[in-house]
């Protein structure tokens, strides 16, 4: 007797509203959600050309693609940080970082594009970076810088995904509140605020940045 596989991508295929679609995405807003190609039928080529022909970057979701939100002190945080995880990776050659523009594959053949993330070296045999422009590995580290758009289960869903691809460590940045989640699962995790210290744990040894530095230096916002 034959079976028959059912692909999250199939599963958007069935839906028969926005709504649902919005709803099964995480409730993201519908103004994120791009219809062409058909939600269902999106790949990661699409996504890249996209960002050739306009410029902006969407993740590819059970074969949907979903604008990633953007704003200029959202990336200005992420630089900041990647500056000093940098700093840290040139005196401890543990591996590479890539920034908000760096898509990979992640558990589900999802294509995301965290603002920043780190691979330790043993991603790569020989320490030889592959040419094709999506990385097909999971990052021990990936950070996100929460935008207005963003949702609890969007964001949710995405770390799912990352510890589910064998992710370590999840950095969720909050420029409104001054705050920071550490998330070692899904669903664990620790908050800091100014006067605390964000560390990388065993995934980046000896790793420390002031979060009042991390957000004074990105500037106050009106």
């Known amino acids: 007797m034959s079976t028959v596989t059912v692909t999250a991508a199939d599963s958007v295929l069935g839906l028969q509203t926005l709504d649902e679609l919005v709803m099964h995405l995480g409730n993201i807003p519908p103004s994120r959600i791009r219809i062409h190609p058909e ?12 960002a050739r022909r306009e410029g902006k970057l969407c993740e590819v979701i059970d074969g949907v693609l979903v604008e990633k939100p953007m704003g200029y002190y959202e990336s200005r945080i992420a ?13 401890n050659d543990l591996g590479i970082a890539t920034g908000a523009d760096g898509p990979l594959h992640v558990n589900g053949g999802q294509l995301r594009y965290p603002d920043l993330a780190f691979f330790a070296w043993g991603h790569f045999p020989n320490r030889v970076l592959p040419r094709n422009p999506i990385l097909d590995h999971v990052p021990d580290l990936a ?3 929460l935008s207005a758009s963003n949702t609890a289960a969007e964001m949710e869903r995405k770390r799912g995904e990352y510890f589910g691809g064998g992710a370590r460590l999840v950095w ?7 705050t920071i989640r550490v998330y070692t699962a899904v ?4 908050q800091l605020r100014d006067g605390d210290m964000l560390d990388g744990g065993s995934v980046l040894p000896g790793f420390m940045l002031p979060v009042t530095r991390l957000f004074d230096r990105a500037g106050a916002r009106a």
Do not use: K, N, W
């Open 172 to 178: 969720e940045i909050d420029p409104d509140d001054r």
């Open 79 to 91: 630089l900041i940080l990647g500056r000093y995880l940098d700093e840290y990776l040139e005196q």
């Open 143 to 145: 950070v996100e810088v």
């Open 187 to 190: 669903d664990q995790f620790t």
């Open 39 to 50: 939600p269902g039928t999106a790949t990661s080529a699409d996504a890249l050309e996209v």
